[in-house]
C-alpha cells in the first residue's frame, strides 16, 4: 500500500500530460463527513497526493458545527493537501434559511431543496466550469470522486450522481462501493471523526 504523499503518475486513456505521462486530477468531493475523508484517504494512498483535490463548500459557522471544521482540517493534515474552496457568494454570513429567503421559497416542484442548490450546487458547477470545462462533450481532465458507501440507498445515489455527470460529460467514482478499503475509521490514523459518529469502532 503506498504511503500518503506518494506521487503516483497515472496512465489513461484519459487526461492532460505531464512528462509524456498522461495525468487526471482526482476531485474529492470533501463534506467535511466521515465518508468522504475516507475516500480522500483512499484516492491518496491508491493514487497520491500530486493531482489531488479537496473541493470543499464551506458554510457559516452558525450552521456547521465547529467539530466538523475540525475534522476536515485534520483529515486534510494528514494527507498533506489543503482545502480547496468553493463557496457561495456571502456564505460567512448566510445560512440556508436567509438563501431561502432570498429565493423566495426552499423547494419548487420536484427540483432539487434550493439552500442545497444555492450554498453547494452552483458553486460546484462554477468551480468545475472554470477549471475542467468539457470540451466535445467531455471532460478528460478530472474524476470526481464521492463519499457514497454500500448501503442500498447510497448505491442509488451513486447511480443518479454517474448518470447525471455522466451526460455532462465528466467521469465519476466511488471507492467506498468499488474498492477494496484500508481504512475503517479516521481512529485508525489518529483522528476522531465528528461528534455525532465516534461511536465508529476500528478494524
Request: glycine share 10%; with cysteine.
Amino acid at each position: 500500500m503506498p504511503e500518503i504523499g506518494e506521487l503516483r503518475e497515472i496512465r489513461s486513456l484519459n487526461g492532460s500530460r505531464r512528462g509524456g505521462k498522461i495525468i487526471i486530477k482526482r476531485l474529492i468531493c470533501y463534506s467535511g463527513g466521515h465518508s468522504s475523508a475516507k475516500t480522500a484517504i483512499e484516492v491518496a494512498r491508491k493514487y497520491g497526493t500530486k493531482d489531488l483535490i479537496l473541493l470543499n463548500h464551506d458554510i457559516n459557522k452558525r450552521v456547521e458545527d465547529a467539530d466538523i471544521k475540525r475534522f476536515k482540517g485534520d483529515v486534510a493534515n494528514y494527507i498533506g493537501v489543503p482545502i480547496t474552496y468553493a463557496n457561495m457568494d456571502g456564505w460567512e454570513v448566510k445560512d440556508q434559511f436567509d438563501v431561502c429567503r432570498e429565493v423566495g421559497g426552499f423547494k419548487f416542484g420536484a427540483g432539487q431543496i434550493l439552500c442545497t442548490n444555492r450554498i453547494k450546487t452552483v458553486p460546484f458547477d462554477k468551480y468545475l466550469k472554470e477549471n475542467f470545462p468539457v470540451k466535445d462533450g467531455i471532460c478528460e481532465e478530472v474524476t470526481i470522486y464521492y463519499g457514497f458507501d454500500k448501503s442500498e440507498k447510497e448505491k442509488g445515489r451513486a447511480q443518479r450522481r454517474s448518470s447525471i455527470l455522466g451526460i455532462r460529460g465528466y467521469k465519476t467514482d466511488y471507492p467506498l462501493i468499488l474498492w477494496d478499503h484500508t481504512i475503517k475509521s479516521t481512529k485508525e490514523i489518529g483522528i476522531t471523526p465528528p461528534w455525532d459518529l465516534r461511536h465508529i469502532q476500528t478494524r
